[in-house]
């Protein structure tokens, strides 16, 4: 039978795996770990900020964060991409995929926060800590622990926008994909493929996700 | 910056059609994902396991792939064989959005209707209510208050996917951004293109919170609409995962 009536050929199914496995290591998984620990860090500063800075910055803060959050990551990529063409595309994708979601995970903390219940407040009232013990020794510990799960959610969101990676020319696993689809004139397998490495590589990750909800909704 | 205004004056006809066609994915992508959220959000709570299991796979499948994959799937290999079918990139880029962010909806849905209390649950029992009657007369109209919050957060989220659109050939205003910035500079482009987003950003939020207040006050509960717009919050506690 002609290679064109295959519907599937399981040859392009697994001759476009290396190359994907290979950009899912180098960008895909690289780019959602670093990013994710940049995002991470930052969004606390964010929010320790906004909850501690005098009010004129913290509003100016607010609205640069929102002004983040609610503009597209892509527009922000291409912008950085053309702005900055001093800075390799890898190392900008992973600072832009670091700041727009620390804008997200700012509020995750944030909400964090205001959870905690006032009694800790008064307590650290009670026993005069200083400003900077009772955030660090008291409040910050707490308001981490409720938040590990909606932390864990948006890093699962931004493994599925690495794709968007391809704005700034850097080869992603889908971009990977689509190059050996285009040679080889076989998106069926080539696309194909990519959907189900990252639906192998993200429901499990929920679903995990969903039952450490369920131990600390219950416990904290 | 005169230069970039003169320039921006030649290329606006251009940069109002790609607004166009991203309102036009915006809105209509959103719709189609308010109909597959509903219609998937109700059947996946079906006791039947086949109606069910349907549900579920398509929700998994929608949201677990990425939605640049289910775009290039709808654009390269759908007009292959078996398939055959060669949609115009503007179908393409409003199938994509409205059943990726569908799919995230339809959760928000089928939270919201299961955290309608028990006590509404077991009335419509006592009143001995239709399935039908029960759902879009009592728990529905409840339920609705609920998933506005999260639905006005996907909302944003789909309005900021249609920026990825370009790379299907559909000349939305990313890609016009794109071709502004070779007359004006990058900074100037970007900018205002990011200007714009957030504008059509905000005012949606202001309507959905609108929404809101209106669905609250028909339940009894909350102020009316009118006291309600003045002042809008931008709520991200819903998950967009």
Redesign the interface.
């Not at chain 2, 949201?63 to 289910?70: D, F, H, I």
């Not at chain 2, 309005?159 to 990825?164: D, H, I, R, S």
């Given at each position: 039978m002609n290679d064109d009536q295959v519907i599937w050929n399981w040859d392009h199914a697994l001759a476009v795996l290396p190359d994907m496995l290979w950009a899912f290591l180098t960008v895909t998984l690289y780019v959602t770990l670093l990013g994710s620990l940049i995002a991470a860090v930052l969004g606390l500063i964010i929010a320790l900020a906004r909850k501690t800075a005098p009010r004129p910055i913290a509003g100016v803060l607010t609205f640069v964060m929102n002004f983040i959050r609610m503009t597209p990551l892509v527009v922000q990529l291409l912008f950085a991409y053309y702005a900055l063409t001093a800075v390799p595309p890898l190392t900008l994708g992973i600072l832009i995929f670091g700041i727009h979601y620390a804008t997200y995970m700012a509020e995750v903390y944030r909400a964090g926060i205001d959870a905690v219940p006032r009694g800790q407040w008064e307590a650290t009232t009670a026993l005069s800590m200083s400003r900077g013990r009772t955030w660090t020794a008291v409040i910050v510990p707490q308001a981490l622990r409720s938040t590990l799960p909606a932390l864990g959610n948006y890093v699962i969101s931004m493994f599925k926008e690495t794709p968007f990676l391809a704005v700034l020319t850097v080869t992603d696993m889908v971009r990977a994909a689509q190059e050996y689809g285009g040679t080889n004139f076989r998106f069926m397998e080539a696309i194909t493929m990519a959907g189900i490495l990252f639906l192998i590589a993200s429901y499990p990750t929920s679903l995990l996700i969903g039952r450490l909800e369920k131990r600390l909704v219950y416990t904290t | 910056m005169t230069d970039n205004i003169e320039a921006l004056q030649r290329a606006l006809p251009h940069v109002l059609d790609g607004l166009l066609i991203t309102l036009q994915l915006t809105v209509a992508g959103a719709l189609l994902a308010f109909v597959v959220a509903i219609g998937l959000g109700l059947l996946v709570r079906f006791e039947n396991i086949l109606l069910r299991g349907f549900a579920r796979t398509v929700i998994?499948?929608f949201?677990?792939?990425?939605?640049?994959?289910?775009l290039?799937?709808l654009f390269?290999?759908l007009p292959?064989?078996?398939f055959n079918i060669e949609l115009p990139p503007l179908v393409v880029g409003i199938l994509g959005l409205g059943l990726n962010y569908g799919a995230y909806g339809a959760e928000v849905v089928r939270g919201s209707i299961n955290s309608v209390s028990r006590g509404q649950w077991e009335a419509t029992t006592a009143l001995s209510l239709t399935r039908t009657q029960r759902m879009w007369r009592v728990i529905f109209p409840q339920a609705w208050a609920l998933m506005i919050p999260s639905l006005t957060n996907l909302l944003?989220q789909l309005?900021?996917?249609?920026?990825?659109v370009y790379?299907v050939t559909i000349v939305d205003l990313?890609a016009e951004?794109?071709k502004l910035?070779i007359d004006t500079d990058?900074?100037f482009a970007?900018?205002l293109?990011?200007v714009i987003?957030?504008v059509i950003?905000?005012i949606l939020?202001i309507a959905m919170n609108a929404l809101e207040a209106r669905a609250k006050h028909r339940l009894g509960q909350g102020t009316r609409l009118r006291e309600a717009v003045a002042a809008p919050t931008?709520d991200?506690?819903g998950?967009?995962?």
């Open positions: - | 998994e499948v949201r677990g792939t990425s939605l640049l994959v289910q290039f799937f390269f290999v292959l064989p078996p944003i309005l900021k996917g249609t920026a990825v790379l990313t951004l794109n910035r990058v900074f970007y900018s293109g990011l987003y957030f950003a905000y939020t931008v991200t506690e998950d967009v995962s």
